[in-house]
């Protein structure tokens, strides 16, 4: 349960009264200690569209509006989110997606009395944590949820008059085409949208140039992948503009990110010795600031080794990625081994390989 309102973040594996985490109903801690349950199928319907039509959630609006705030809500939910934003580079996603959720039911209900100069403070934050939720999502495997929060984070960016979330809100499409599908083509075509944006930012058009140099590598153009990261890597060195800090990665230094660009373009297009020299050295170090980062890292170069004919290796990383997925819940780690699948079971003799292909849920014959 997560305290909304007061006092510090705290997590726990199950929710209150017993309540089962698949089930509708989740629980919102207010200030005082009050515990109220909502319908997550209508309070989604609420943020989306406006409606509110049980007696739960219609309650809950009426208290969340009769609060008496004595600090400022907006101070208080950003504190929050920072704590959410650490929490997620080590924590699993269903440990965290309720607790975010609430978050924005309580936004919502607050930016509702808010005066109207106030109004796109919330809307922003509540993107804020509508992105968020976004990420967890497609990291839990939840891809309609994934949508359906980037949605929302794009339709508050807009109320905001925030452009860089608009934007954003392509790159994190194109992020989910690699992570579920990996289709170089859509992957392409969905961030090249930010260049169409008259207002888009040189961050925002830097990491839609990331997305793209993806989207070649995986359709094997090795020339198009080179010019697109190198456009990317110049944009991204350019200096930040506003809002633009709150988006993108910000767990892995910038030195880190841009050898993890270019790594997994290189892993993409079937190398591996590179990418190997290049992340091997750093899971050590991004353990430490994200084990999250580092559990995709790792995946990568499982990938890599296999890429190069090291089987050996391939599953020994592969074998601790799995393990490390278990712990943090990353679809982005799963997808690059299940990208790599063919190319493990070149090596279904082996009992280690065996085991890979196993916990991804390959046929071995």
């Known amino acids: 349960m997560v305290s909304l309102l007061h006092g510090t973040v705290t997590m726990s594996d199950s929710p209150p009264f017993g309540v089962p985490s698949e089930s509708d109903v989740f629980v919102v801690s207010l200030l005082g200690g009050e515990a109220m349950p909502l319908s997550r199928r209508e309070l989604l319907a609420s943020l ?3 409606v509110a039509g ?3 959630n219609r309650r809950f609006e009426r208290v969340v509006e009769a609060l008496d705030m004595t600090t400022d809500p907006l101070d208080h939910f950003a504190a929050t989110y920072n704590g959410f934003q650490v ?3 080590s924590l699993h996603p269903h440990r965290l997606i309720d607790g975010l959720t609430g978050s924005v039911a309580v936004l919502d209900g607050l930016r509702r009395r808010a005066g109207s100069k106030e109004q796109p403070q919330y809307h922003q934050m509540q993107a804020r944590f509508a992105e968020s939720l976004s990420w967890l999502s497609e990291e839990a495997g939840d891809l309609p949820s994934a949508m359906y929060w980037i949605d929302r984070a794009s339709q508050w960016g807009q109320a905001a008059d925030w452009h860089a979330m608009s934007a954003y809100g392509f790159v994190r499409r194109s992020m989910m085409v690699v992570s579920f599908s990996g289709d170089g083509r859509r992957a392409i075509d969905n961030a090249t949208t ?3 944006q008259s207002q888009s930012s040189p961050r925002m058009r830097g990491l839609a140039a990331k997305q793209i140099a993806f989207g070649h590598a995986l359709l094997g153009d090795q020339e198009a992948s080179t010019r697109t990261l190198d456009q990317a890597v110049t944009l991204l060195s350019k200096p930040v503009q506003g809002g633009d800090a709150l988006l993108g ?3 892995v230094l910038t ?6 660009f270019q790594t997994t373009c290189d892993i993409y297009l079937g190398r591996g010795e590179q990418a190997i020299a290049s992340l091997a050295p750093r899971l050590d170090s991004l353990s430490s600031s994200s084990a999250r980062t580092a559990t995709i890292t790792r995946a ?3 990938r890599a080794y296999a890429n190069i004919g090291q089987p050996e290796e391939a599953a020994h990383h592969a074998l601790a990625a799995l393990d490390d997925i278990e712990a943090v819940g990353s679809q982005s780690a799963r997808a690059e081994l299940g990208r790599a699948a063919r190319t493990f079971a070149r090596w279904r003799g082996r009992e280690d390989m065996q085991a890979v292909l196993r916990r991804l ?3 071995t014959v």
Do not use: C
């Open 48 to 50: 989306s569209v406006g």
């Open 54 to 56: 049980t007696v739960l």
């Open 87 to 89: 929490a997620t580079r």
């Open 194 to 196: 930010v260049f169409s």
């Open 249 to 251: 990665q910000r767990s």
């Open 255 to 260: 030195e880190d990110l841009f050898t993890i």
């Open 300 to 302: 990568k170069v499982a």
């Open 361 to 363: 849920q390959v046929r």
